[in-house]
């Protein structure tokens, strides 16, 4: 299994389904797996449940997850803030780490309505927060660190697939 993290804007399900259909490898994305079972989307499940709903719901996704079959599990930018999760994570497999600078997150993410830890604030204050608070435990967990700035996407999935034929 691979697994990666990083945060929003960061290019994981761009890059994980690209990887995925270079390699022939099954993809689940845990956002989109949540939002399936729970019948709403992410916006909804935090207004009615609140950010700590969505993380339970996030940490039993991830647990479903990682006891199945596939091969590229794309996480949400939060998956990573439990230590339980962690845990799962780096027994599972090789978790990768998409990494960009808070400006750059921010260009990419903003005015995205589906995201809802932006709402209402502005994106470089929230990205460059979150990067403060989750880069040390991204990068605790993360066998590989790309700077999705520094390269293209091709590149980026070159990098993976080398690393993962290692
Ligand atoms: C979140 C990231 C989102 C989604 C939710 C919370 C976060 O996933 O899980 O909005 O806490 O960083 P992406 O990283 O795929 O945008």
Same mark, same amino acid.
């Given at each position: ?10 290019g994981?399900?761009?890059?994980g ?6 390699l022939?490898?099954?993809?689940v ?14 916006p &909804?499940?935090?207004?009615q449940e609140?950010? #700590?709903?969505?993380?339970? +719901?996030?940490s039993?996704? *991830? @647990?479903e997850?990682?006891k ?20 799962l ?16 997150? &921010? ?6 309505? #589906?995201?809802?830890?932006? +709402?209402?604030?502005?994106? *470089? @204050? ?7 608070e ?5 990068e ?10 520094l390269?293209?996407t ?9 690393f993962?034929?290692?």
């Open positions: 299994m691979m697994i990666l993290i990083g945060l929003m804007g960061s994981k399900s761009t890059i389904k690209l990887l995925a259909s270079r022939s490898l099954s993809f994305d845990l956002d989109d797996i949540i939002v399936q079972e729970q019948g709403k989307s992410i &909804a499940i935090f207004e609140g950010e #700590n709903g969505f993380r339970a +719901l996030e039993q996704a *991830l @647990e997850v990682l199945g079959q596939s091969t590229i599990i794309v996480t949400g930018g939060g998956a990573i803030l439990f230590k339980q999760n962690r845990d994570m780096k027994q599972a497999g090789k978790v990768v780490w998409l990494d960009a600078p808070p400006p750059v997150l &921010a260009t990419r993410i903003s005015g995205d309505a #589906n995201r809802p830890l932006l +709402l209402g604030i502005d994106p *470089l @204050e929230k990205m460059k927060t979150l990067t403060a989750r880069n040390p435990l991204y605790g967990l993360a066998d590989l660190r790309i700077d999705t700035d390269v293209n091709k590149e980026a999935v070159d990098t993976i697939a080398a993962l034929s290692e």
